[in-house]
């Protein structure tokens, strides 16, 4: 623990000023080597004082930073003191400085002061007479040179004083004191007491004064000792000679420690053997930081300390939430890294992943699990391994709809019971209002879940929703104040969340023209243009109106907005205008002439020397034509801008040199004779005859190189049959090739067939989830946990993480044929499957544009989530990922404000009551999407900078409807998040457990997703 020194306590008051209303005095503290004030007076009405002090703990005057004002203190008012709440020292040095008296006139115009400047840090001297010639002036009238101080803020009484610098060390004025200087007797070798000792005229100054130590550090009343609290050697460094030196410390007593570089060792520590890695508060290596080196991925201070891991029966952990980051206090979260299990009573398991609630799950391993109620695997499941001879056929029995329909029996909650998909056991169905009796109570229609609901067109005032009431078998909405028709009046009447709009279309009155222009002459154009009445604020106003841009008219351009034309160009005779505004006849023009003739431009002829090759009459090309036939002399001859055209070449035989026997088109067609740089030249294409058409110019490639009638003669087998597997123990499969022998270099062959590129085949080298052998490595649609030969390609679904160990789809689950039409085919059953079902072992997929998977069961789900290595997503899952660590209502973009709102224009998902399948039809008509579909706004859960989500991979769509999702909620199944037929958005938050459903309940709008405890792209 650290205790301030008490003469730090002393410097801290003597900054600080008295308050309004107390009376005149001073507090002198004269600590110069201790950064303390030399004078503080204090006005006896608050104000017409101001204080220029030096630095609080600098070991020298400087600068104030301390808070308040400052305060100008003139040589006139040095000896006033206040001794009221200072040291015994002050108080001492108080007694020998005389009070001035308040009542004194002021001074007069004729006493002259320009030349004694403000002093604010002038030392008090000890013995200074009160001055009679110099009396106290109340109130100071303005001084033009002195300048402002500019931490003080102007008070009425002191004006500003601009142009007078500060003197620190300025002596008091001759004139000023009452002492006869005219006399002086030498004493000896000048010494720091306010007396000329050698007669030289200065003070304190000169004759052999020794300023370099402690005592006097630099000038005389810098005593480094005065406040050298604690220290055992002080020091004094002079840098400027005649300026304060600083004070220091080069060893402290025991005990105290010098943190602020002073020359008191203002601090007390002992310093201990205890390292800084113990989050005790204490400076334990007295280095002014406390706790400094504790490690914020300790569980005993996770982020730093105050936070404590803990982990109900089991062992604490702590890691960085971003693990491409250090641990640090906004990257740091608690962990369970183990738990506790000694024995029947006393076993934990940690199945939900939260860190909060520790090794929440009590459970003793028995074995495999069994029909008996107990979860005898402690995998968080009861009976969910059970392969028991059941199927058997039982018929219902109950009240209401558990009255009707057959089942088989099976395994349930330790029992064997009967069940089946058109079989209704008590507890299955919720009830619904529609006249039967759903939960087999005896009662029809009591407690509907689908009625207490609240309905209405809208919730925004001035509207009000209304609630779903059950009559006679039907649910009826009673209560709804539906919106009006909208008005330009700063109201919501519509009640869409939107003012003074009705969709997207302006209120009533709205969208009229207004300041309406004068119509132009007729021919005429104008750069004015009529406005758009508009809504705007709740007022009617005049938007887009375009005025007149000049005041003089342009060429066929009414631009002053008058309704007539004037100042027009004579477009008969102006080549700038001729015949129409703006047609110059000599725009593009070269060396062309042209003039204006009864509004039509007439072309004069090129210039002598230049040609209108192209015909646009501009005579842009300069050439003096030698007569209509080209040579082949690099000259354009006929100056019509090509030069050596249209001439009739040689025949190769007279100018190339290769063998006749060569018909290839290369050594033939192909050769080109032409004129080149003025003379004709032969050119062969590209790698024939490049050494003279010799032997050595052939080399393995489609052409005859050397022109001698044969093709490729340097290598044998040119040409014959081959595949892309041949000779391999293990064939390419669906990325086999057949091909021929092809060149391959100069001088060698190899099979043109190659193995297929992944990429070029459905799905590319990636293996996707779509029934293909994408990396030909003989698996389909293979997991991570089973990824085959090809041990670095498998389906790599897209997730996102939600929390440490936990990954989820990023979309709904689909089947791997699924596309944006269809929701394909297949079952999930990999393991077991009712009587009667084949087990298709279909994959689920992760993927954008799909049509869900629905009409699945939640045994299905179980089922194909293993197989892909992980599991069937939990409530909580669901409620983490819908929130996205926020209070989320739903799960909208962006978290926070707008995930907690209904839907609005801007942000909507796929539920009955928000969403419009086909506009084009009266009413709300409903209909499925596809995954991540572009028809809504802003449906997805925002998991952007959180958990190490990058962009690719940090939205989790379609929480919030589609398909309702079948979760898992201990030991049993529910559905979450509404779907694309629910009415009630309050249905489908984050938060709402809809219904509770049986293991085999399947319906069209009930889908899924699953989870991972590992990063299944991994």
Known sequence: MQYLDPAALCRKAARALLPRGAVWGLCVVLALGCGASDVLPVGADGADVALDVGDDDSGGGGTDTTPGPDIDVSPAEDARTDTSDVGQDAIDIAEDVPLIAEDVPPVSEDVETPDVPVVPDVPVAPDVPETPDVPETPDVPETPDVPETPDVPETPDVPETPDVPEIPDVPVAPDTLDEDTSACVPTGIESCNGVDDDCDGLTDQGGGLALDGPAACGVCGNDCTRCATHCVEVTCAVDTAGEPGTCGCAACAPGWVNLD???????????????????????????????????????????????????????????????????????????????????PGDCWYDLDGAAGNGCEYACFPTGEDLCDGIDNDCNGLVDDGVDLALGQACPASGLGRCGAGTGVTVCAFGHVVCAGTDLVTPGTLVETCNGLDDDCDGVTDDGATDAGIACGTSALAPCSLGWLACVNGDVVCQGAHDPAPELCNGLDDDCDGVVDLAGDQPPLGMGAPCDVPKLPPEGASSPCRAGTRSCVAGTAQCIGAIHATAVVDACGDDTNCDGALTGQPDRLTDPAHCGDCG?????????????????????????????????????????????????????????????????????PSFVCQHSVAATAPECTSEVQVSCVNGAWSCQYPTGVCAGGCSADDEICDLLDNDCDGALNENVPSYGHPCASDEGLATGHGPCRTTGLRICNGPSALKCSAAKADCAGLPGGCVEECDTIDNDCDGLTDEAYTASGPAASTFVKPAVTRIA????????????????????????????????????????ACSKPTRL?????????????????????????????????????????????????????????????????????????????????????????ADWSGLQGNIASNNKIYDLTGNVWEIVKDGDVWRTMGGSFITRSTQGATCQSTFAAVAADYAHYDAGFRCCFSSNPTL
């Not at 080209?630 to 050596?644: A, I, T």
Request: net charge negative.
């Open 261 to 343: 570089g002073g020359a008191d060792c203002e601090t007390s520590c002992t310093a201990t053997d205890q390292p800084e890695i113990v989050c005790d508060g204490r400076d334990d290596d007295c280095d002014g930081a406390t706790d400094e080196d504790v490690s914020p991925c300790d569980p005993a201070s996770c982020g730093g300390c105050g936070v404590a891991c803990e982990a109900k029966n089991g062992i604490p952990g702590c890691e960085a939430l971003d693990a491409l980051a250090a641990c640090g206090p906004k990257n740091a979260i608690c962990t369970v890294s183990g738990c506790t299990c000694t024995g």
């Open 583 to 651: 047609h110059d006849c000599a725009a593009g023009a070269v060396h062309a002439i042209w003039s204006c003739q009864g509004g039509q431009c007439l072309f004069g002829g090129c210039e002598t020397g230049y040609v209108d090759l192209d015909g646009d009459q501009a005579c842009e090309y300069a050439c003096v034509s030698q007569g209509p036939k080209e040579s082949c002399n690099g000259v354009d001859d006929n100056c019509n801008g090509v030069v050596d055209e249209e001439l009739l070449a040689p025949s």
């Open 804 to 843: 440490t160990g936990l990954w989820m789809f990023t979309y709904e689950a689909s089947r791997p044929t699924a596309t944006a039409q269809t929701a394909g085919s297949g079952n999930g059953y990999w393991t077991s499957a009712p009587a009667g079902i084949a087990r298709d072992r279909t994959r």
């Open 852 to 940: 869900p998977w629905s009409n699945v069961t939640p045994n299905e789900v179980s089922q194909v989530c293993a197989a892909l290595g992980g599991r069937a997503c939990t409530r909580a899952d669901f409620q983490l990922a819908c929130g996205a660590t926020s209070t989320c209502n739903w799960a909208y973009n962006p978290r926070g404000l707008a995930c907690t709102l209904a839907n609005t224009p801007t942000k909507y998902c796929n539920l009955g009551s928000t969403f419009d399948g086909s506009t084009s039809i009266d009413g709300d008509q409903d209909r499925l999407l596809v995954t991540a579909s572009s028809e809504l706004l802003n449906c997805w």
